[in-house]
């Protein structure tokens, strides 16, 4: 009887060594887990530039989230956010699926790559969507529940082939959604991009098309330079936010 008490101890001090071990490392192991599992689903370079999330009440802060473009595209970046805040439940983090309470995703800058061939956030939606329909392997089985996700103070450039490497600047609407994942199983870390991201993406087709309608009007006024008719364009696009 002895020897299972001592074995049994020795086990729940194996189990709480290693829960210390995981708390004390949650930064790292976020930060880890979004470089890693991000490119697989985006097919594109995805960076987080540090994470700071307490152990204790599982708020916490992302900075620095960088997601690239895809090849064949030339500006810098598809989406840069300087900072999000999230709520997580720690308890969750001990099951398969993991519950965040909230997101609040601050000021993020979504660049809008026109071609001839598509744009770039299209591409990246195509990627996102064959991860999210299993067609590809994200390296994870964790799913999430997010129950409120905010998106505040967004800005969108728009650089379209041809306007001669100029961009554009637009308001991204705010954006609220609630209750993603909510099955008992939740939503795979694809799904839940394509849920988030397809919702910001429709919003940034919306805001193009005007864009394109703005400067083929300046087009047929014969506008002197593709400069003026961006310039010209952008005031269009400005009037539809007032």
């Known amino acids: 009887m002895k020897k299972i008490v001592i074995v049994g101890a020795v086990v729940l001090g194996i189990v709480i060594v290693a829960l210390v071990v995981v708390f004390l490392n949650l930064d790292r192991l976020v930060k880890q887990g979004v470089e890693t599992v991000g490119p697989k689903i985006t097919k594109t370079e995805v960076r987080l530039s540090g994470v700071s999330l307490s152990p204790f009440s599982g708020n916490g802060k992302l900075k620095g ?62 990627n996102v969507e064959a991860a999210a329909g299993g067609k590809e392997d994200t390296g994870t089985s964790k799913t999430m529940q997010i129950k409120d996700l905010t998106i505040t103070g967004g800005k969108i450039n728009f650089s379209f082939t041809g306007l001669g490497g100029r961009t554009v600047s637009a308001p991204l609407p705010d954006l609220h959604l609630t209750n993603i994942g909510t099955d008992d199983k939740g939503a795979t870390v694809a799904q839940v991009t394509k849920q988030v991201l397809g919702e910001v993406v429709s919003n940034v087709d919306k805001i193009a098309a005007k864009m394109i309608q703005e400067v083929g009007k300046l087009g047929k006024e014969a506008v002197k330079t593709a400069a003026d008719q961006v310039d010209k364009a952008a005031q269009g696009v400005k009037k539809l936010f007032k």
């Open 65 to 126: 989230l960088f997601i690239g473009n895809p090849q064949g595209f030339k500006t810098p970046s598809a989406i840069e956010v300087g900072e999000m805040e999230v709520q997580v439940n720690l308890s969750s983090l001990k099951s398969d699926k993991i519950v965040v309470d909230k997101v609040v995703i601050q000021a993020p800058v979504i660049t809008f790559e026109g071609t001839l061939s598509g744009s770039n956030l299209k591409r990246i939606m195509d």
